[in-house]
């Protein structure tokens, strides 16, 4: 950046801490030449500053705060509300970076507010955060400000990440249950092997032991002397399972399985197309074109196959086709699906029917999450049960053996 008299300046980060008109302690970050720019700006914001210090690491390298859904639902309502009551964006975003608390989100609330009060757009702040804001909001609040409807489309985002948020608790509600199951499975294990096997172990010479014994034995051992190598053992496959699902052709293999599976596969697609419908039906709504929607409707979905799929379904709408024929191709989704976006185009009313089938699908996707925890919970059971029948039948042997041995002598 140069300053008055092509004098070089450089630009750098500053954490602070300040006082509002309140008395209530801020803490946040502020881009600025020097320790007085740094005072000058906290003033002209009305605040008190208290102390400040060159942040570490210098200007952009600070980590990039991501909001979460249930934030972006909170965000995009107060927004909406505040649009509606007639604020202007700029007052807007001025309110939420005083009323939220979070240093993380307030930074970038910051961020936005200084970037809009220059005049930018709403839209170019988003993007100007370095990846706080999700690439489908960004779409979204693009459509708004080319259209003038931004507290429409913000209003439409705040509907959408609720329902979103929504279907992600159901999901992580509905996990818990086979989550605690694995955790008493793993914790039983370690307890037998590591307390209740080692008690049994005299009563029976190793020799006359039978071989499920003897192997239980030995993993009793093993799990009392040696359980760090299991330990290291299990970070190790851990972390390759993490790198191998970053190398694209075990992704695209892995994100195919998850889809092709028998009986998990179709309650997976169900989800998929609860969501696809759902983010399809707000982008087009919104006014922006079928090929972007269909591009960041799949996006949202996280699966690298449906991704490679609906390449060729974009292709084929640039071309003209129809967006039911070129689902129906990929032979992905149910046909009741692609059907009732077929018929929203026979009739002209597209955004409607997708409404509609949206909000039927994502019914359909949180029964498909209660079936999939259906399957897993007598699953654990099963696990859980053969783990313990092992057990019991290397342990009987040597009670029996014990008490002949008792009535013998």
């Given at each position: 950046m140069l300053s008055g008299g092509g004098v070089t300046t450089t630009m750098r980060n500053y954490s602070y801490v300040a006082k509002d008109s309140t008395g209530k302690t801020i803490k946040g970050v502020i881009e600025a030449e020097d320790q007085q720019q740094v005072q000058e700006k906290i003033y002209e914001r009305g605040l008190f500053l208290i102390s400040s210090s060159e942040a570490l690491g210098g200007g952009k390298s600070n980590k990039i705060y991501k909001f979460k859904t249930k934030e972006l639902t909170f965000a995009c309502r107060q927004i909406a509300a505040m649009l509606t009551s007639g604020l202007t964006i700029v007052k807007a975003i001025d309110i939420m970076y005083k009323e939220t608390e979070k240093a993380g989100p307030k930074s970038v609330w910051l961020s936005v507010y200084e970037s809009?009060?220059?005049?930018?757009?709403?839209?170019?702040?988003?993007?100007?955060?370095?990846?706080?804001?999700?690439?489908?909001?960004?779409?979204?609040?693009?459509?708004?400000?080319?259209?003038?409807?931004?507290?429409?489309?913000?209003?439409?985002?705040?509907?959408?990440?609720?329902?979103?948020?929504?279907?992600?608790?159901?999901?992580?509600?509905?996990?818990?249950?086979?989550?605690?199951?694995?955790?008493?499975?793993?914790?039983?294990?370690?307890?037998?092997?590591?307390?209740?096997?080692?008690?049994?172990?005299?009563?029976?010479?190793?020799?006359?032991?039978?071989?499920?014994?003897?192997?239980?034995?030995?993993?009793?051992?093993?799990?009392?002397?040696?359980?760090?190598?299991?330990?290291?053992?299990?970070?190790?496959?851990?972390?390759a399972i993490r790198y191998a699902l970053k190398v694209p052709d075990i992704r695209l293999k892995y994100d195919m399985i998850r889809v092709k599976m028998p009986s998990v596969g179709p309650l997976v697609v169900k989800i998929y197309e609860g969501r696809f419908a759902r983010t399809l039906s707000s982008l087009y709504s919104s006014g922006i074109p079928m090929v972007e929607c269909l591009e960041r409707s799949s996006k949202v979905l996280g699966n690298s196959y449906v991704d490679k799929l609906f390449i060729q379904v974009v292709d084929e709408v640039k071309q003209g086709g129809t967006v039911s024929g070129s689902l129906t191709k990929t032979e992905l989704f149910e046909g009741m699906f692609c059907s009732m976006i077929y018929v929203g185009e026979e009739s002209g009313a597209l955004d409607e029917v997708l409404d509609k089938t949206a909000s039927f699908y994502e019914e359909e996707a949180n029964a498909a999450v209660d079936r999939l925890v259906t399957m897993l919970e007598p699953l654990m059971i099963i696990i859980m049960g053969v783990v313990i029948g092992l057990c019991l039948a290397g342990i009987f042997p040597l009670l029996y053996g014990g008490i002949g041995d008792l009535e013998n002598s």
């Open positions: 809009v009060n220059k005049g930018s757009s709403f839209t170019e702040s988003l993007k100007q955060t370095g990846g706080s804001f999700p690439d489908f909001m960004i779409s979204m609040v693009d459509a708004g400000d080319r259209s003038g409807n931004l507290d429409v489309v913000v209003q439409r985002l705040s509907d959408f990440y609720d329902n979103q948020n929504k279907l992600n608790n159901t999901i992580r509600g509905a996990m818990m249950y086979p989550i605690i199951l694995g955790v008493l499975t793993i914790a039983m294990v370690i307890g037998m092997f590591t307390f209740i096997m080692p008690t049994f172990a005299g009563l029976m010479s190793e020799d006359e032991m039978p071989a499920l014994s003897r192997a239980l034995f030995s993993m009793s051992d093993f799990l009392k002397s040696k359980w760090y190598i299991l330990v290291i053992a299990v970070v190790v496959i851990f972390f």
